[in-house]
């Protein structure tokens, strides 16, 4: 089960915008995929419930009977919406099972910055640092006037991290999204010079999404102890299939971790409270 992960611990980069597309553009292609939020802020949740029944199908986070987050049936494919400032055991978690990991980054001084930490900080994961889990940077709301592009693409080189390109900054993600609608859900003369734009990011991420027959990065799977559950943000989070959930190969891995406190707040949905 292919998992991209949205990462940037800079609030605002555009994570959640660049994963619903991802999400859409998995569903347009046929996956049953899954868009989840790693996040209390529950912004891709939020924005399939805007989502009309009729588009092509993108499930969230099944909820068990324990309160649980599960992937549910039949899902082959998951993108995962981290949230600003993730880092530490949170960030570990997330790359321990994505296969690849794209960081939107806006073109500020701010944004680069705060992007090289998290990318360092990646560095320092044997998974990012060893290519099995591979990352990736797209420029995120580029002034196409500007050489901001072209500040982003000399950036990302000098990390060494691949450079998918950049996505201009307009109205219509704003408006698109709030419809519950991504540009690969408008007419593709509505849309069309950001579909071009989508173009080398789809063409990165395919290989990934739509992996050889047998081809695999993901590490061996403890299957030790209750190895199964997790902790995101105070919500116990476990990560199976329901449908698959005899066959320990199809376990996301995930390690037990201990309680973390949880914030009361009239957002955080009650399946996420302690
Ligand atoms: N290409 C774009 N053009 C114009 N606005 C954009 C574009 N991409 C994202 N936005 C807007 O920028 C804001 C931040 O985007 P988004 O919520 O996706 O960021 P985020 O990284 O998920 O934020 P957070 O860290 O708070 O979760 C939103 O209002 C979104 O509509
Ligand atoms: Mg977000």
């Known amino acids: 089960m292919p998992v991209i992960a949205v990462v940037n611990r800079k609030g605002g980069s555009g994570k959640s915008t660049f994963a619903a597309h991802v999400a859409a553009w998995c569903a347009r292609q046929g996956h049953s995929v899954m868009l ?66 794209v960081m939107p980054v806006c073109p500020s001084m701010f944004d680069r910055e705060s992007a090289a930490a998290c990318h360092a900080e990646l560095m320092t994961l044997p998974r990012a640092a060893s290519g099995r889990c591979r990352l990736a940077v797209v420029g995120m ?37 709030e419809r519950g609608l991504t540009m690969f859900d408008l007419a593709p003369s509505q849309a069309a010079a950001d579909l071009a734009q989508w173009e080398p990011i789809i063409d990165w991420l395919r290989p990934v999404l739509q992996p050889l027959p047998g081809a695999s990065t993901r590490e061996p799977i403890s299957t030790q102890g209750s190895a199964q559950e997790s902790l995101l943000h105070g919500s116990r989070f476990a990560v199976l299939s329901g449908a698959r959930a005899l066959n320990p190969e199809h376990y996301i891995p995930v390690r037990t971790l201990p309680q973390a406190p949880v914030t009361e707040g009239p957002e955080i949905p009650r399946f996420l409270k302690a």
Do not use: C
């Open 141 to 177: 709301r580029v002034d196409g006037r500007t050489n901001a592009a072209q500040t982003l693409s000399d950036w990302a080189q000098g990390l060494g991290v691949p450079y998918l390109g950049a996505l201009r900054e307009t109205q219509l993600y704003v408006r698109s999204l």
């Open 36 to 101: 989840g939020d790693v996040d209390r802020q529950q912004s891709s949740r939020a924005w399939l419930k805007r989502r009309d029944a009729a588009l092509p199908t993108i499930a969230a986070w099944g909820i068990d009977q324990k309160n649980m987050l599960r992937v549910p049936t039949g899902i082959s494919h998951v993108v995962l919406d981290t949230p600003g400032g993730i880092h530490g055991f949170e960030l570990a978690r997330v790359v321990m099972f994505a296969d690849a990991i």
